[in-house]
């Protein structure tokens, strides 16, 4: 055949190779599987630990945990064993207002049908600068009627604290200072209360606020009150006498007011009066109670320090010994030998200081 050239030889077949690795090949993706499956199981190993940490942290910490993985977020928001969960938070920041503006603020949400529809996804509510807010005593009569419909029962958690401490007025008298208000039930306390009905939280720590009774008059379903450096709180517990499911009071560094001599004497009588003790009208269901350098004053005068040790030890020993079955953790300034004692009264108690 013309153009043939039968001298030409057969080119040699190419040297063999090995056939190439292709990414995603079976092998490799079933060994990542094996690798995700055995760090899973791992994970799933120390889940109950974890969850036993995330038990007892607050909301804030909570958030910074979740942000550290993924699965931590994942445990967090969605493992059904976590029963403290994220909830999100319903901030009102008042920097040179009055009282009268954050009423209005409330109000008009309350009103408005879309944004309350939205607001009933967070049931929790934090007051930043509160202490830097404006009381305007001639809008009294007007926070009362702008308020007397308002009832946001979806919110169950307050949260008033404050960075800084109260004036020193407040924080060395122990009395309740209620010079802006013509009214204690004017006060923005006692009207956040009323549109606050179902509230099971409440944190007043070093924001000056007075608890007085008409609180827990409006708020019968708190179990938890969080007042470090709390200016004015009655010894026997009278200021949350209308809260019967309260478990918990953290009431570190505060002043406690005795009524009188009389129920000084009563409520630190080891050997009589054993129905009369600290916290005795709103002890009924307490579970938690922290109250380490606490400040004993008379209710009525300044010059009644009842600080001396005796007072002291005698108040915690007695509180202790009558504290209803349900408590089981107590931190306070008992002195070591004191809790020795009373661990062997109350094994059921842990006493710490």
């Known amino acids: 055949m013309l153009g043939r050239n039968n001298n030409t030889k057969k080119r040699p077949p190419p040297p063999f190779l090995p056939p190439s690795i292709i990414v995603g090949d079976d092998s490799i993706a079933g060994r990542t599987r094996r690798q995700k499956r055995a760090i899973a199981s791992k994970w799933d190993l120390q889940t109950p630990i974890i969850i036993e940490i995330i038990s007892w942290l607050d909301q804030e910490s909570l958030m910074n945990l979740s942000l550290v993985s993924k699965q931590l977020h994942s445990t967090i ?18 920097r040179g207002s009055s009282t009268r503006r954050l009423f209005q603020i409330l109000r008009n949400n309350f009103l408005n049908e879309e944004k309350k529809n939205k607001l009933q996804y967070y049931p ?36 008033i604290s404050s960075s800084n401490s109260p004036s020193p007025t407040m924080a060395t008298t122990g009395l309740p200072v209620y010079s802006p208000y013509k009214n204690y039930c004017n006060s923005p306390q006692y009207v956040l209360s009323k549109i606050l009905p179902q509230l099971r939280e409440l944190n007043f720590t070093k924001s000056g606020v007075v608890i007085d009774s008409e609180i827990s008059k409006n708020c019968p379903l708190l179990e938890k009150l969080t007042a470090d450096n709390l200016i004015c709180f009655t010894l026997n517990g009278n200021n949350l ?21 009389r129920q000084k004497d009563q409520i630190s009588d080891l050997n009589n009066h054993h129905d009369i003790f600290m916290f005795h009208r709103c002890s009924k269901a307490l579970e938690r109670v922290s109250i380490r350098n606490m400040k004993f004053k008379g209710y009525l005068s300044v010059d009644d320090n009842y600080d001396d040790e005796d007072f002291t030890q005698n108040v915690l020993i007695k509180f202790v010994r009558n504290a209803p079955p349900s ?27």
Request: charged share 25%; glycine share 2%.
């Open 77 to 94: 928001t969605n493992e059904p064993g976590n029963k403290n969960k994220l909830y999100p938070v319903f901030e009102v920041t008042l």
């Open 124 to 159: 929790r509510m934090r007051l930043n600068n509160v202490q830097e807010s404006v009381f305007d005593r001639n809008s009294d009569y007007e926070i009362q009627q702008m308020t007397r419909d308002v009832r946001i029962d979806w919110i169950t958690s307050l949260d």
């Open 241 to 261: 006498r209308f809260c019967n499911n309260l478990k918990e009071i953290y009431v570190d560094h505060s002043s406690l007011n005795c009524i009188g001599s």
């Open 327 to 353: 408590l089981h953790w107590f931190r306070s300034d008992l002195a070591p030998d004191n809790i020795t004692m009373l661990r062997m009264e109350r094994p059921g108690i842990e006493l710490l200081n």
